[in-house]
């Protein structure tokens, strides 16, 4: 006994000291973290077109290009269109504005030449050019550039090669000739590589050089400065204070609830904390608010981890197992539930990486290091704690709680009145949409990033610090929209200010040029105004589309390989297409600003909402397996929900708590994130507990009428 008291000291020891290593590392990596543009800010870049004014479509091609360019530097970087003939790259975590157009090069004209001046093809016919290493015939590395043309470019270049066999092509860059190789055979496949390069270093310049050269249209460099923080600072010191606060009623929460599984679940989520920080610092992961979003939601899934394993080892305890027995059956139990739960965010996620871009990016990064982290200190650090409190004493189960079996509550006979307030919720929302539309107007009330606005820079007569832009300049501008979405950057190492708002008639821009003379003292011939596109292309909005599809096929796909029954994944898809309409339905019916968080906040109700539906279907294919014939079918389904009820009550409340207490303490921008945020945890636990296991129940009795038979002919008596 003194021996496993010991064991445990000493575990526990150890435990504490990884929580305050990892918490000082953590803290020390925090200044390390990059931050996006709207919690820090970046370099501010304006390229203006060559020559004749381009065409909306020659302008929406380069800047989708350009948007690829620049998420090598960042995902979360923004490329927008100011006015008709510029284009504006914002780029989050850097401070030296020279460095980043050396790299990124001069947009100019690229065209691929014979040596007699003949144009084979233009810059605009490139695919993609890619710096790699080979390795050469002697054994060599070698340093090359690979080039994939485009399919109106690959027949011009088969031509051209196939009779320059020996000869030289010149690749030609702004007037200059950057590379010219030889060519060896004709190249027919539409894809060719340039060798010859001392380093990969020089390899990787000519790729880029032939990057940018393949823009739609040709560019020369405006202006460039350094900008700060879109929401100021006020929005990161009010986020973080909230976000402690948080986290530290959700932990006394855990331990009154789960007492001393609650106190092992603490430490371990200390633990998680600091070593998030730790890994969003050592992957250079940009942090944003949609990232806030995804941490969010990794830490209600790490409590929600901790919840399954309690309430099963609760369960144990109840059916008179030991306490120690029960640890190790709870765990045990729990296994699947978290794993596959996890496994379909972490594959939505996953998919949203690959697909997305952007902020849709930024968030999927931010989710599945969170995920696997939070599996991480469930399954092991939780585990480990736990047993070594055990040791040290605590071995009564009053001091784990105990959970008796409960009669069970009868959820589908209110099915029909849940399916009735779903589609009055939904249709709540959709009529004034199709309303809005018919009238011609938006069917969502888009935000700035959707739908672009107004960029008003104003030199002022002194050096404005970020408090006083966020209370003193904010308000007056809003004075004048008449709506809290205002962006301001404050451009270093000088006096000016970059305010975005929604697009203002001529009129408004008159008036906010009056009031900033009249409240500032500002020089209205200082004040320029353009009108800028939204920094959510249609392209970027297609690739959210794109990946939230395919995340949805692949998580039909695993929950089908999973639970060998195709009406599990039907019916979980059809719940989170209920809770995106229903949140959707509110964003139309109280005109909630549609912002890049929107596309995050969806994200993270369809992930939270998987979770919970998953938990539950564990359960019935649980009590299917043991309780067969013995039980009909709805009383499975309603003992099932009934046994993880506390489950999906005690995790919606954990999460829920965080993020009230960030729209509580938060700034405008971020109580618009928060609302919507909330009311999607709490439909995503309504769909969970009242639809999910109906969906299925009713599903299976229509494919297999006997069982409603048999069923019935129970409750007759037969």
């Given amino acids: 006994m003194k021996n496993n008291r010991g064991k445990g000291l000493a575990g526990l020891l150890i435990a504490l000291c990884a929580v305050a290593l990892f918490g000082f590392f953590g803290y020390d990596s925090a200044d390390d973290i990059k931050l996006g543009l709207d919690l820090d800010g970046g370099v501010s870049i304006t390229y203006q077109a060559v020559g004749e004014t381009p065409t909306a479509e020659q302008m929406s091609d380069t800047r989708y290009k350009l948007q690829k360019r620049v998420e090598a530097y960042s995902t979360e970087a923004e490329v927008y269109l100011e006015g008709a003939d510029r284009i504006n790259i914002d780029i989050p975590g850097v401070n030296d504005a020279n460095a980043i157009l050396e790299a990124l090069g001069k947009p100019g004209s690229l065209i691929f030449m014979d040596m007699q001046g003949n144009t084979i093809l233009t810059g605009d016919q490139v695919e993609s050019a890619e710096a790699g290493i080979i390795d050469s015939q002697t054994g060599n590395k070698e340093y090359v550039v690979s080039l994939r043309f485009k399919p109106d470019g690959q027949q011009a270049f088969a031509d051209a090669t196939s009779q320059m066999i020996g000869q030289q092509i010149a690749i030609v860059y702004d007037g200059e000739i950057i590379s010219a190789p030889q060519v060896k055979e004709a190249i027919t496949g539409g894809e060719c590589t340039i060798d010859g390069m001392a380093s990969f270093e020089e390899a990787e310049t000519l790729a880029s050089t032939i990057r940018i050269g393949s823009l739609s249209v ?224 938006s069917a969502l009330n888009y935000s700035m990033e959707f739908r672009g606005g107004t960029s008003t820079n104003v030199t002022f007569n002194e050096d404005m610090s970020l408090e006083d832009i966020s209370s003193k300049v904010v308000p007056v501008v809003e004075k004048i929209t008449g709506e809290a979405e205002t962006q301001t950057q404050k451009v270093a190492g000088t006096n000016e200010v970059i305010i975005k708002t929604r697009t203002l008639s001529v009129a408004e821009r008159e008036a906010l040029n ?154 405008s921008s971020i109580r618009e994130f928060a609302l919507p945020l909330m009311v999607g945890i709490v439909c995503g636990t309504y769909s969970s507990v009242c639809l999910t296991g109906a969906l299925w129940y009713m599903m299976t009795v229509k494919k297999n009428p006997e069982k409603q038979t048999k069923n019935q002919g129970k409750k007759n008596g037969i």
Wanted: glycine share 8%; aromatic share 10%; proline share 1%.
């Fill in 218 to 441: 040709e560019l020369q460099e405006m202006r460039s400065n350094v900008v700060g923080a879109k929401l100021g600072q006020q929005a990161i010191a009010s986020s973080l204070k909230a976000g402690a606060i948080g986290f530290g009623i959700v932990i006394v929460f855990m331990i009154i609830v789960y007492l001393i599984p609650g106190l092992a679940a603490s430490i371990a989520l200390g633990l998680y904390v600091g070593l998030i920080v730790i890994l969003l610092a050592a992957f250079e992961v940009t942090l944003t608010l949609p990232g806030i979003a995804g941490i969010i939601l990794s830490i209600g899934m790490a409590v929600d981890a901790n919840v399954i394993i309690f309430t099963r080892i609760k369960e144990e305890i109840g059916a008179g197992k030991t306490v120690q027995s029960a640890i190790k059956t709870g765990f045990a139990k729990a296994l699947s539930a978290i794993v596959d739960g996890n496994v379909t965010t972490l594959i939505a996620a996953v998919v949203l990486y690959w697909r997305g871009s952007g902020t849709v990016k930024g968030f999927a990064t931010t989710l599945a290091l969170g995920i696997v982290l939070s599996m991480f200190t469930a399954l092991f650090i939780t585990k480990f704690i736990l047993n070594c409190l055990y040791n040290l004493g605590f071995e009564d189960p009053k001091f784990y709680g105990i959970r008796k079996e409960k009669k069970a509550v009868n959820f589908l006979g209110i099915k029909n009145i849940c399916f009735a307030l779903s589609a009055l919720a939904i249709l709540a929302g959709v009529v004034p949409m199709g309303m809005r539309v018919a009238s011609g107007e």
């Fill in 514 to 667: 009056q009031a900033m003379a009249d409240n500032f003292g500002v020089e209205t011939e200082k004040i320029t105004a353009e009108s800028i596109s939204g920094a959510i292309s249609n392209e970027m909005k297609n690739d959210a589309v794109v990946a939230v599809v395919i995340a949805t096929i692949c998580m039909l796909v695993y929950i089908w390989f999973r639970f060998k029954n195709i009406r599990f994944a039907t019916s979980a898809v059809l719940a989170l297409c209920h809770d995106v309409l229903v949140v959707a339905a509110c964003y139309s019916l109280f005109k909630w600003s549609v912002g890049s968080t929107f596309i995050a906040c969806m994200l993270t109700i369809v992930g939270y909402s998987i979770n919970a539906t998953i938990v539950i279907f564990d359960r019935i294919r649980e009590n299917l397996k043991l309780f067969g014939n013995r039980k009909d079918l709805a009383e499975v389904v309603n003992l099932s929900i009934t046994q993880t009820f506390t489950r999906s009550i005690n995790t919606s409340l954990t999460t829920f708590i965080m993020v009230f207490v960030l729209f509580i303490m938060g700034v």
